[in-house]
């Protein structure tokens, strides 16, 4: 057993100072004096939070979970916590079938380890977030259009322990069937990289969709005329909406509006590519170059492209940009993605029952520890 004492507690509806939160592989309680037996770990004042959970992220330094063998899911999974990262989604791109169908066999067996009690690797993997092949060639952004494909039920039916979010673009031919049936079989489904009007958008939320991929990118232009599909994932309280709080692909004007209009919907993500962390330079993207300079990633034509961002920095951005508490971006970043996913019963909070996924963070939220089923994985 053990207790983090003098540290700011975040849970779902405020900060709690002058407790003590107590664990071992789960959350034990919030008490006011820690267990007689507990290792006593000192905060020094710091916050304490539920682990951050990145449900997009396609790679960094150099790794593309694309691309990833095992090994290099693991040396990802070590490196996430660096970041506040306890459990993550790696996030493939549109690509032949076949070799998505080798992306989830080894996201599959990195889940299966990475679920054991005895872990030890770093960031616990829920699954994947296949961010295409179902997509629409008019809203692709650095994806491959050969590789685009009709929706095609079928296809998931034998990953559907593994892919816990697709993004589908609903207005392309055999969306809405492949919606239904996606949702039958337990998936996530979010539509993006897509140029469906609202009502297309509509139509696909009563098909089940939940969830928007990275809102306002690779989506038509919120219009007052034609408001699309970021008009109607605004209006609609069913929908979670990602995020990329980098200052780049959302103008920080906007995220005090997404805040006030998605307040328990919003999702920070990071979308961070495999240049992420590494040196300005141009870089391949399975096929695509892509130039990296300072913070922004865009295509050689100009457009703008994935993001460098982590998840620690979105916190700080968020908080920054839109004015509102830290333990409400927290939420962002934690509580509400393990909802959008269905992971909530184990995942996001700081509550009793649920996994002892925690981190340490300073006052400018900077990762001081980071804690995984109850393991301290990462020190500063």
Same mark, same amino acid.
Not at 69 to 81: E, G, I, N, P, T
């Given at each position: 057993?053990?207790?983090?004492? &003098? ?57 593309d979970a694309?691309? /990833? ?24 791109l ?10 989830? /066999?080894? *996201?599959? @067996?990195?889940?299966?380890? %990475?679920?054991?009690? @005895? ?8 699954g994947?977030?296949? @961010? ?15 590789y685009?494909?009709?929706? &095609? ?7 559907? &322990?593994? !892919?816990?979010? !697709? ?19 337990? !998936?996530?489904? %979010? ?13 696909? *939320? ?35 909406? @990602? ?15 997404? /805040? ?8 920070? *993500?990071?979308?961070s ?33 994935? %993001? ?20 409400? /971006?927290? &939420?962002?970043? %934690? ?8 992971? #909530? #019963? ?15 963070? #300073?006052?400018?939220?900077?990762i ?13």
């Open positions: 057993m053990k207790s983090i004492v &003098n540290g700011r507690i975040l849970i779902p509806d405020g900060v709690i100072d002058q407790k003590v939160l107590t664990f071992d592989q789960r959350i034990a309680e919030i008490a006011s004096e820690p267990p007689e037996e507990a290792e006593i770990i000192d905060a020094k004042g710091c916050y304490v939070a539920p682990g951050l959970i990145d449900v997009h992220c396609h790679g960094f330094m150099g790794w694309s691309r /990833a063998s095992v090994s290099d899911l693991k040396s990802m999974c070590a490196h996430q916590v660096r970041t506040g990262v306890t459990s993550w989604l790696p996030t493939t549109t690509l032949p079938w076949p070799e998505l169908e080798k992306c989830f /066999a080894a *996201i599959r @067996e990195v889940m299966r380890e %990475s679920a054991l009690p @005895e872990w030890r690797g770093g960031a616990q993997v829920l994947c977030h296949a @961010e295409g092949p179902f997509i629409s060639p008019r809203r692709k952004g650095a994806q491959c259009e050969a685009i494909q009709r929706p &095609n039920p079928r296809r998931i039916k034998p990953w559907a &322990n593994v !892919i816990r979010l !697709i993004t589908v673009a609903p207005e392309v031919d055999g969306a809405l069937e492949f919606i239904r049936a996606a949702k039958r079989l337990g !998936i996530t489904v %979010s539509m993006g990289h897509s140029d469906a009007t609202a009502e297309q958008a509509f139509a696909a *939320i009563e098909a089940g969709v939940t969830h928007v991929t990275h809102t306002f990118n690779a989506m038509a232009p919120l219009n007052h005329h034609s408001p699309g599909l970021a008009g109607a994932a605004l209006n609609d309280d069913r929908v979670y909406c @990602e995020l990329i709080a980098d200052g780049l692909h959302v103008s920080p004007l906007l995220l005090p509006l997404m /805040a006030r209009l998605k307040l328990h919907r919003l999702v920070l *993500i990071t979308d590519i495999q240049s992420a962390g590494l040196p300005d330079g141009v870089y391949d993207q399975l096929g695509v170059q892509i130039r990296m300079e300072g913070e922004t990633c865009r295509l050689m034509d100009g457009t703008i492209v994935g %993001s460098t961002l982590t998840m620690d920095k979105a916190v700080r951005n968020f908080v920054r940009f839109s004015g509102i508490p830290v333990w409400r /971006a927290v &939420n962002m970043a %934690s509580l509400y993605p393990a909802r959008a996913i269905g992971m #909530d #019963d184990r995942k996001g909070a700081l509550q009793r029952g649920k996994d002892a996924d925690i981190l340490i963070a #300073d006052r400018h939220f900077n001081r520890a980071t804690f995984v089923g109850g393991a301290c994985v990462y020190k500063a």
